[in-house]
T-cell receptor
Framework: GDSVTQMEGPVTLSEEAFLTINCTYT??????LFWYVQYPGEGLQLLLK?????DKGSNKGFEATYRKETTSFHLEKGSVQVSDSAVYFC??????????FGTGTKLQVIP | DTEVTQTPKHLVMGMTNKKSLKCEQH?????MYWYKQKAKKPPELMFV???????INESVPSRFSPECPNSSLLNLHLHALQPEDSALYLC???????????????FGDGTRLSIL
């Protein structure tokens, strides 16, 4: 079945540091890939998405590229802020009404 | 502000109580979902409604009973819950079925449920 593997957290960075959160997946066919973010006390929000190989999703300074050859969708940001502190979930959907989530990576940004 | 509204935000109930969680969206989405999320874990799918009909039940115990009265509303009726059912319950909606043509899900902020 489908699966998503994310790097374990927590990830602690200083403000303005470079961020990478690794995500790899296993799926049949051509899934759509997503990054969701969950701030404390809130639900999940879509951060970015990509629907086919080599697509780059981007939003609020975050980027991720759909790499079919390495089955990866790593999340990056050039300069993190304290307000980026949250839990980040990588997810995929093969179109069968279900979304498979990774375990989540907690990011803590310190001033 | 979230476009999926869930009420109540917090709920404390005893194991013999009956209560309901409510979810509402006005984005014209035709697929709606219930998830359960335990602390420090990803959401776990419980139910999927497509065009107001139940299309997926992930072997959820019968003490959880979903209902979709119309295309904007989704309820989750609770009865005789156990302490291990304490969790954050998230509702989500999507324009089409999740993942189809890259359709993202829109989540509410959840109901935090505590079972005494």
């Amino acid at each position: 079945g489908d699966s998503v593997t994310q790097m374990e957290g927590p990830v602690t960075l200083s403000e303005e540091a470079f961020l990478t959160i690794n995500c790899t997946y296993t799926a049949t066919g051509y899934p759509s890939l997503f990054w969701y973010v969950q701030y404390p006390g809130e639900g999940l929000q879509l951060l970015l998405k990509a629907t086919k190989a080599d697509d780059k999703g981007s939003n609020k300074g975050f980027e991720a590229t759909y790499r079919k050859e390495t089955t990866s969708f790593h999340l990056e940001k050039g300069s993190v802020q304290v307000s980026d502190s949250a839990v980040y979930f990588c997810a995929l959907s093969g179109g069968y009404q279900k979304v498979t989530f990774g375990t989540g990576t907690k990011l803590q940004v310190i001033p | 502000d979230t476009e999926v509204t869930q009420t109540p935000k917090h709920l404390v109930m005893g194991m013999t109580n009956k209560k309901s969680l409510k979810c509402e969206q006005h984005m014209g989405h035709r697929a709606m979902y219930w998830y359960k999320q335990k602390a420090k874990k990803p959401p776990e799918l419980m139910f999927v409604y497509s065009y107001e009909k139940l299309s997926i039940n992930e072997s959820v115990p019968s003490r959880f009973s979903p209902e979709c009265p119309n295309s904007s509303l989704l309820n989750l009726h609770l009865h005789a819950l156990q302490p291990e059912d304490s969790a954050l319950y998230l509702c989500a909606s999507s324009q089409g079925l999740a993942g189809g043509l890259g359709q993202p899900q829109h989540f509410g902020d959840g109901t935090r449920l505590s079972i005494l």
